[in-house]
């Protein structure tokens, strides 16, 4: 299997973008920083047959997929069955813990449903915020455009990047680059959530009063 994910990645075309997407939101470890920036990168490049716009909607296209095989083994599995398979080798494997599930479970209880749109933002979250929207039975239309936003959202930031880097460093040096800028986006995204909910929640009260 690992194999086969360095080939696609070695290969990145609209199908192995939206699938290495997919495994991205699923338990699978593949970060989306190896799969987004590097597309865009080649987007940028002469003679290339992909081009930005689609590397994001396969991206977030994947993205969704991803969630929602997360969200759907959640909210038909059930919690004990989540947190038995987060404590399992395999669990373990997926560099899961009962712990990070825990945390992502706080997290969304605590901003709701928006936590779904927002979590998409959010490093250690990204990928494991579909497994509390399925626990909590959140309405699936709503979990899908939510996960729409925030992934296409944090996808056109990494295409962006990629895109832009095309013609500043060599492509071997790319990963290095886009990591170190992704942590600093990582924290904004942290900050403008709190912004966000902080918000909403102020409008909340605002039209109950």
């Known amino acids: 299997m690992s194999s086969f994910i360095t080939w696609c990645l070695e290969h990145l075309n609209y199908w192995t973008i939206t699938f290495l997407m ?9 970060p989306s920083e190896l799969v987004v920036p590097p597309a865009a990168y080649r ?16 991206a977030t296209l994947g993205a969704n997929l991803g969630a929602l095989i997360n969200y ?21 494997l997926c560099l899961l813990n009962k712990e990070k599930v825990e945390h992502t479970e706080t997290y969304f209880n605590n901003h709701g ?21 399925g626990l909590a039975q959140m309405k699936l239309s709503h979990f899908l455009l939510y996960t729409a936003i925030g992934a ?10 990629g895109y832009a880097l095309a ?35 102020y409008k909340g009260r605002k039209k109950r009063q």
């Open 167 to 201: 013609s500043i460093v060599p492509e071997d040096q790319l990963l290095d680059t886009v990591t170190r800028y992704s942590h600093q986006l990582g924290y904004a995204m942290i900050a403008l959530g709190v912004i966000v909910v902080g918000v909403l929640i």
């Open 113 to 133: 449903a928006v936590a779904t749109l927002i979590g998409r933002l959010v490093p250690g979250i990204r990928h494991l915020i579909s497994i509390p929207a």
């Open 152 to 161: 296409g959202l944090w996808n056109i930031i990494l295409a962006a990047m």
């Open 43 to 58: 987007a940028a490049t002469d003679g290339s047959d992909l081009n930005i716009v689609l590397v994001v909607l396969c």
């Open 72 to 92: 759907i083994a959640a909210r038909y599995l059930g919690r004990p069955v989540i947190y038995a398979f987060a404590e399992s080798t395999v669990g373990h």
């Open 22 to 30: 997919t495994l991205e939101s699923t338990v699978i470890p593949i």
